[in-house]
């Protein structure tokens, strides 16, 4: 899911009908249920995102060390480069490999799905203290 659907639907949900609030109150338990099913999913990507990433640093650090065979290079779909990479060097070109820079990029940016559901769920769960807190101030206002 991109990261404005879930603004977009967060932004809809997020409104309490204040002529409304027991049905907004009964409303909590599905939004908690949706959410966190959303919050379940963009984390499983975000792992599996990260595990790439490991891999793909382990190929790369084989790759500068000129360790890979042939069928490795052809797999993994590398050239041969006829430069010496110096043992110290290696973490540099792996940080430095545009692969590894694009699939970093795309950790981050799940990483702040990830981060923006976990807080929509944190704000669910305050919400009924909001919505107790709005039916007290309607009591306040009408002198009861």
């Known amino acids: 899911m991109r990261f404005e659907e879930i603004q977009a639907q967060w932004a809809s949900d997020a409104r309490i009908d204040k002529a409304n ?8 338990p599905l939004l908690h249920a949706k959410y966190y099913e959303m919050y379940i999913q963009e984390k499983m990507k975000l792992t599996n995102l990260k595990s790439q990433v ?4 382990h190929i790369l650090e084989q790759f500068y060390a000129k ?17 010496t990479v110096l043992k110290t060097d290696i973490p540099k070109w792996v940080q430095s490999n545009r692969d590894n820079i694009k699939l970093k990029q795309k950790v981050a940016v799940q990483q ?12 669910i769960s305050t919400r009924s203290f ?13 002198g009861g």
């Open 130 to 142: 909001t919505i107790r807190d709005a039916i007290e101030f309607l009591k306040f206002q009408s």
């Open 112 to 123: 702040e799905k990830v981060d923006f559901i976990k807080s929509i769920l944190q704000q």
């Open 54 to 57: 490991v891999e793909l640093e």
């Open 67 to 83: 360790t890979l065979t042939a069928s490795e290079l052809k797999e993994y779909g590398l050239e041969y480069i006829d430069k």
């Open 21 to 28: 609030l027991t049905d907004e109150s009964l409303k909590i």
